[in-house]
């Protein structure tokens, strides 16, 4: 549901805010206000095309916001959650939309920066607008099936349709795995097995380059090593006055002068500990060169281990790791590939079955489906004919669904919704041909069309936002209020925003804006005003009679919104 609408610099909105609640939100004013502007601004929010043109005079950019509740809306915290743009345990979503007269565009969703396509693709889960420049739902074929579906009553035996076709959409892809071709199976074989048969061959353990680039460093340097540590070994027992004679002396002096005054003692140990430590060093200087292998011979050997080690690297992975990690996967696909031809029997078997279940299913829902059709034909005569559309005829055709989704052995017209495409078709007069829908130019008609077949068919999809602008096209007096009517019953169960310029339509809102046009410092400005019972009264007295209001059309307003209120009290849309 659609909390708060924030629009800065926008055509002829400097600054505006807008907090919509549950129920029919209805949106009048003077021709020229600018009420079409705030449905143009919401279709931005929702993912539709940007224009410069929007950008307000003088200014730099042009920013829309929006906050939407989420409860309820799985579709929506999916697409959030898949994106990465969702915020576990926050509520609401908050989309911003900035575009800059140099015609950069920037789209904002929650915290994050989001593609148009994405902002699109959400925008259609969150609200449906249909008016002269917006169609949305109305227009994608998709959607035409699910209507039938929810007229119909469908959902359960479209979901096992869904889940049967996904068990034969597998079973198929699995089978076509197997039998890409014998040829095919031999030759990936023969690699695999060369590509395991090398790594074993080779056998390398995990961290061993390291080891033996380690290795090689010291080995390459074995002149300079042993030349240091003899150079040490010299340098504390050899030569004139090696370290550890003068130690020893040093040792005995000290050992005379504790003789003479006993403080001398703690300086001792200390000397004696150093040269033991030094003479560690001396003789593991002297035995260097004896215990490491420093010769030509291992660092030849070092030098073949790890050529054979890289030349793995080069296919296989960077690290030993990575190479055994390749040759286990090798080894794993290599034994699926031996042992598929035993399994392309039960796989053949498994489709079978698959295909059996999925087409009893699918027959039974197209046939239901097609008796739902004509009913729904029926029903939507009868709302067509309430909404001054009583020449418009629709028609549900049915077309083959599109070829499976590239896996060999599923039927073409097999798909997860079933064997059907639906299409409604509408004949605008009597006497005219059937028509694609999106043939319709009017955007009253489109609309009054969406609002028939809403409420029909929308039952099952509660808790959305449904947005008509150009509903009251070419209608009036008792027509309107049928419309109205309509409206008020699709918002007790969804959030309805609506553009009027009847008050007959008006008088059914839950909330009511009146849009109008101010002077401020010298440019005219477009502002939207929440209307409290008295204004209602005021706004649907100026809608009725003009610019001269009288106490009798103050009295006939009243008489309207008293009529527009239902016998009970009529619960509106709760937040989803």
């Given at each position: 549901?659609?909390?708060?609408?924030?629009?800065?610099?926008?055509?002829?909105?400097?600054?505006?805010?807008?907090?919509?609640?549950?129920?029919?939100?209805?949106?009048?004013?003077?021709?020229?206000?600018?009420?079409?502007?705030?449905?143009?601004?919401?279709?931005?929010?929702?993912?539709?095309?940007?224009?410069?043109?929007?950008?307000?005079?003088?200014?730099?950019?042009?920013?829309?916001?929006?906050?939407?509740?989420?409860?309820?809306?799985?579709?929506?915290?999916?697409?959030?959650?898949?994106?990465?743009?969702?915020?576990?345990?926050?509520?609401?979503?908050?989309?911003?939309?900035?575009?800059?007269?140099?015609?950069?565009?920037?789209?904002?969703?929650?915290?994050?920066?989001?593609?148009?396509?994405?902002?699109?693709?959400?925008?259609?889960?969150?609200?449906?607008?249909?008016?002269?420049?917006?169609?949305?739902?109305?227009?994608?074929?998709?959607?035409?099936?699910?209507?039938?579906?929810?007229?119909?009553?469908?959902?359960?035996?479209?979901?096992?349709?869904?889940?049967?076709?996904?068990?034969?959409?597998?079973?198929a892809r699995e089978l076509e795995k197997v039998e890409t071709g014998e040829e095919e199976r031999a030759r990936r074989i023969d690699i695999l097995r060369f590509q395991v048969e090398e790594i074993?061959?080779?056998?390398?353990?995990?961290?061993?380059?390291?080891?033996?680039?380690?290795?090689?460093?010291?080995?390459?340097?074995?002149?300079?090593?042993?030349?240091?540590?003899?150079?040490?070994?010299?340098?504390?027992?050899?030569?004139?006055?090696?370290?550890?004679?003068?130690?020893?002396?040093?040792?005995?002096?000290?050992?005379?002068?504790?003789?003479?005054?006993?403080?001398?003692?703690?300086?001792?140990?200390?000397?004696?500990?150093?040269?033991?430590?030094?003479?560690?060093?001396?003789?593991?200087?002297?035995?260097?060169?004896?215990?490491?292998?420093?010769?030509?011979?291992?660092?030849?050997?070092?030098?073949?281990?790890?050529?054979?080690?890289?030349?793995?690297?080069?296919?296989?992975?960077?690290?030993?790791?990575?190479?055994?990690?390749?040759?286990?996967?090798?080894?794993?696909?290599?034994?699926?590939?031996?042992?598929?031809?035993?399994?392309?029997?039960?796989?053949?078997?498994?489709?079978?079955?698959?295909?059996?279940?999925?087409?009893?299913?699918?027959?039974?829902?197209?046939?239901?489906?097609?008796?739902?059709?004509?009913?729904?034909?029926?029903?939507i005569r009868a709302e067509f004919g309430a909404l001054a559309m009583d020449r418009m005829r629709l028609e549900v055709r049915f077309h083959p669904a599109g070829e499976g989704e590239g896996a060999?052995?599923?039927?073409?017209?097999?798909?997860?919704?079933?064997?059907?495409?639906?299409?409604?078709?509408?004949?605008?007069?009597?006497?005219?041909?059937?028509?694609?829908?999106?043939?319709?130019?009017?955007?009253?008609?489109?609309?009054?069309?969406?609002?028939?077949?809403?409420?029909?068919?929308?039952?099952?999809?509660?808790?959305?936002?449904?947005?008509?602008?150009?509903?009251?096209?070419?209608?009036?007096?008792?027509?309107?209020?049928?419309?109205?009517?309509?409206?008020?019953?699709?918002?007790?169960?969804?959030?309805?925003?609506?553009?009027?310029?009847?008050?007959?339509?008006?008088?059914?809102?839950?909330?009511?804006?009146?849009?109008?046009?101010?002077?401020?410092?010298?440019?005219?400005?477009?502002?939207?005003?929440?209307?409290?019972?008295?204004?209602?009264?005021?706004?649907?007295?100026?809608?009725?009679?003009?610019?001269?209001?009288?106490?009798?059309?103050?009295?006939?307003?009243?008489?309207?919104?008293?009529?527009?209120?239902?016998?009970?009290?009529?619960?509106?849309?709760?937040?989803?």
């Amino acid at each position: 549901m659609l909390q708060l609408l924030r629009i800065r610099n926008f055509a002829l909105i400097r600054e505006l805010e807008i907090e919509f609640g549950a129920g029919l939100n209805l949106l009048t004013g003077e021709t020229g206000s600018g009420k079409s502007i705030l449905v143009d601004a919401l279709g931005l929010l929702l993912g539709s095309r940007s224009s410069v043109d929007y950008v307000r005079s003088g200014c730099d950019a042009a920013v829309i916001e929006g906050i939407f509740d989420l409860r309820g809306r799985r579709k929506v915290r999916s697409l959030l959650r898949e994106a990465g743009f969702d915020t576990p345990g926050e509520q609401r979503l908050r989309i911003r939309r900035e575009i800059s007269a140099s015609g950069r565009n920037r789209i904002h969703v929650n915290q994050g920066l989001a593609t148009l396509g994405f902002l699109k693709a959400m925008g259609g889960a969150l609200a449906d607008i249909c008016g002269q420049q917006e169609q949305r739902s109305l227009l994608d074929l998709a959607t035409h099936l699910a209507w039938l579906d929810d007229f119909g009553g469908n959902a359960e035996l479209r979901r096992e349709a869904g889940a049967l076709y996904r068990r034969l959409r597998d079973a198929a892809r699995e089978l076509e795995k197997v039998e890409t071709g014998e040829e095919e199976r031999a030759r990936r074989i023969d690699i695999l097995r060369f590509q395991v048969e090398e790594i074993r061959r080779v056998d390398p353990r995990p961290g061993e380059r390291e080891e033996l680039e380690n290795e090689r460093a010291l080995l390459s340097n074995r002149e300079r090593i042993l030349e240091r540590a003899a150079g040490i070994y010299r340098l504390l027992y050899e030569g004139e006055t090696p370290l550890l004679g003068g130690l020893a002396q040093l040792g005995r002096l000290l050992g005379e002068l504790e003789a003479l005054d006993p403080d001398w003692a703690a300086h001792r140990a200390p000397v004696e500990e150093s040269r033991y430590r030094l003479e560690d060093l001396a003789y593991a200087a002297r035995d260097y060169g004896s215990r490491s292998d420093f010769s030509a011979e291992r660092l030849e050997e070092v030098h073949q281990r790890l050529q054979a080690l890289d030349a793995l690297a080069r296919k296989y992975g960077a690290s030993c790791e990575e190479v055994l990690a390749s040759g286990s996967r090798c080894a794993g696909e290599l034994e699926a590939l031996e042992s598929a031809s035993g399994s392309a029997g039960r796989l053949r078997e498994e489709l079978a079955r698959a295909l059996d279940a999925y087409a009893a299913l699918a027959r039974t829902l197209s046939e239901k489906r097609r008796r739902d059709a004509a009913a729904l034909e029926q029903r939507i005569r009868a709302e067509f004919g309430a909404l001054a559309m009583d020449r418009m005829r629709l028609e549900v055709r049915f077309h083959p669904a599109g070829e499976g989704e590239g896996a060999r052995g599923i039927p073409a017209g097999y798909g997860p919704r079933g064997m059907d495409r639906v299409e409604f078709w509408i004949a605008p007069n009597e006497g005219e041909e059937m028509r694609p829908l999106e043939t319709i130019a009017s955007g009253g008609e489109l609309s009054r069309i969406m609002l028939a077949v809403q409420s029909l068919c929308g039952g099952a999809r509660a808790g959305g936002t449904l947005v008509f602008d150009e509903v009251d096209a070419g209608i009036g007096g008792r027509v309107a209020e049928a419309v109205g009517r309509r409206l008020r019953d699709l918002a007790r169960s969804n959030q309805v925003l609506c553009v009027t310029h009847l008050p007959h339509i008006a008088a059914f809102a839950h909330r009511h804006y009146r849009v109008c046009k101010e002077s401020a410092g010298g440019r005219t400005e477009t502002a939207v005003l929440p209307l409290d019972e008295g204004a209602r009264v005021e706004e649907l007295s100026r809608m009725l009679g003009g610019e001269t209001i009288t106490e009798k059309t103050r009295h006939y307003a009243l008489e309207m919104l008293e009529r527009s209120r239902p016998p009970q009290k009529e619960s509106t849309a709760k937040a989803p």
